[in-house]
């Protein structure tokens, strides 16, 4: 089933991306925009959380005094000629200027990252050969995370190579409560492996697949088609969104600044991570705490080391899960597993500890871009949920997470939501809080079941048909609608909610038969 349906995403992305090619300019000028402050605001907030305070060695982070901040074109120009790289690394005004941001401005950030890259760049180098890739593109990973595990964008985008839970979902990655693999940097960057492996199987190009791993490849196809079908990037840079404009530059900047930060007298942090680590397989709950405690480990750093579990728990009775640990501690763990499961077991793994869990609340969030916008309130209802509340205010789905401060999308029904819109379109989206569902299903073209049919509980509609026309599903523990559709040829976890009249697919429960298809 997974290699069915990557076949058929890479089959879909083809349709659009067979273009002809176009011929490369010798020369390129490019004007130059805002495309670095992207960057610049990134690397403050990619970097600025407990990690890599905890990581850095000392709290000065600024930069050296005798740090050269610029050189001549010419000499910028010769450098990244002598890099040895599969990808083509052009020069021109904006890579000098994101140069500058590295190896100047945010020289103080750059300065992490360096230290970062010995714990990080090994397992990355090891992977992409693994995978046949070129082993330059784990600078992809400064730009993405600044090589932060547990960054996450204002959208959402998660972990060292900033993965939305849909694609992380779609190249194998488990996201849950309790584990988020997203934030795992060994199977995340398998999944980034395979991705880029899928983009260079439509473009044939690594510097078009870096940009479509950036904003997707159906936007590197719309810049495509609206550039008169050229496939040079320099060609359709101005067709591209600002961040993947600013992204391409941002990269050979970043190739750059890590292969010649010693002739700007840049040194690089040194970071409390151990550089020598390996990973044990347990097939029972523990807790971080409690491996911290027994082997007289620092919390921060074990926490630092296994990112992906959200609230310490190990989950390793539902199925078997790593724990990475110093490589000289690792036969200490072993030999003292059951100390460390019975150590205060009815604190740590009776049941999950709630408020160790991600908080998020909307009373007081207020997001910073907003200005220019009217705020509108919607009042949650009994069948709604964000993908209805963001198609009724025609505004995207993560923007609408990102305002109300949501993880993923769970809402309650009396919650309050604001929705920032365009001033000029406030009267006509006022009226939607106060409309029936009916009502505002119709203001966006789509069917709505009869006045007897919509009064009918949803067990009643589930019952109306006959049993014995569907195929059935019992769910199991650790079970989520989208690994039930994988089970199942040509369905999908939308189906599967429709079928069942599920508003919430994280309210499946074990032992609940679901409808999965009816039988031919």
Request: net charge neutral; proline share 5%; aromatic share 10%.
């Amino acid at each position: 089933m997974k290699k069915n349906l990557k076949t058929l995403i890479i089959a879909m992305l083809l349709i659009s991306a067979a273009l002809p090619a176009y011929p490369v300019n010798d020369t390129i000028i490019i004007r130059n925009d805002e495309s670095t402050e992207v960057i610049e605001h990134d690397l403050d907030s990619l970097l600025n959380n407990w990690f890599i305070r905890m990581s850095v060695a000392g709290l000065d982070i600024s930069p050296a005094d005798s740090v050269i901040a610029e050189f001549s074109d010419s000499i910028y120009k010769d450098r990244i000629s002598r890099i040895n790289s599969l990808i083509i690394l052009p020069y021109n005004n904006i890579i000098r200027n994101h140069i500058h941001v590295y190896t100047d401005r945010k020289v103080d950030r750059f300065r992490v990252m360096l230290g970062l890259q010995d714990f990080y760049f090994p397992m990355i180098e090891d992977i992409f050969d693994y995978y046949g890739l070129p082993v330059e593109l784990k600078y992809m990973a400064v730009i993405e995370s600044a090589l932060n595990p547990n960054a996450v964008s204002r959208v959402g985008a998660t972990g060292l190579w900033q993965f939305m839970y849909s694609t992380g979902r779609m190249y194998g990655l488990t996201i849950n409560s309790v584990v988020d693999e997203r934030r795992d940097p060994v199977k995340a960057t398998h999944a980034a492996a395979r991705y880029l492996k899928d983009l260079y199987g439509i473009y044939n190009d690594w510097i078009l697949v870096i940009a479509a791993y950036n904003c997707g490849p159906g936007n590197v196809n719309k810049a495509i088609r609206r550039s008169g079908n050229r496939k040079d990037y320099w060609e359709i840079y101005y067709r591209l969104p600002r961040e993947t404009r600013g992204y391409i530059p941002a990269f050979v900047a970043a190739t750059y600044a890590m292969n010649y930060y010693r002739d700007h007298n840049i040194t690089p942090l040194q970071i409390n991570l151990p550089l020598a680590v390996d990973t044990v397989m347990i097939s029972t709950d523990m807790h971080l705490e409690q491996i911290a405690a027994v082997l007289d480990l620092p919390l921060d750093e074990l926490r630092a080391m296994n990112p992906q579990y959200r609230t310490g728990l190990v989950p390793g009775r539902s199925r078997p899960s790593g724990v990475t640990l110093p490589l000289d501690r690792l036969g200490d763990f072993i030999a003292m597993t059951d100390t460390i499961t019975g150590y205060r077991k009815d604190q740590y793994l009776t049941r999950v500890n709630q408020t160790s869990l991600p908080q998020h609340t909307t009373s007081s969030y207020t997001p910073p871009d907003v200005s220019g916008k009217t705020k509108l309130t919607y009042t949650v209802k009994d069948g709604d949920n964000l993908g209805f509340i963001s198609e009724w205010y025609d505004v995207p789905l993560s923007e609408l997470r990102y305002w109300n401060n949501i993880y993923r999308n769970t809402i309650r029904v009396g919650q309050k939501l604001a929705v920032y819109i365009d001033p000029g379109k406030a009267e006509r989206y006022s009226k939607i809080n106060s409309m029936s569902f009916a009502e505002k299903q119709r203001l966006e073209g789509k069917p709505v079941a009869s006045s007897s049919t919509a009064s009918a509980s949803p067990q009643a509609s589930a019952a109306s048909a006959s049993d014995g026309e569907f195929e059935f599903y019992t769910v199991r523990y650790g079970d989520t609608v989208w690994d039930i559709a994988k089970k199942f040829d040509g369905v999908s976890a939308t189906d599967i909610l429709r079928l069942n009249n599920i508003s919430d697919a994280s309210r499946i429960q074990v032992g609940q038969k679901l409808r999965i298809r009816k039988k031919s």
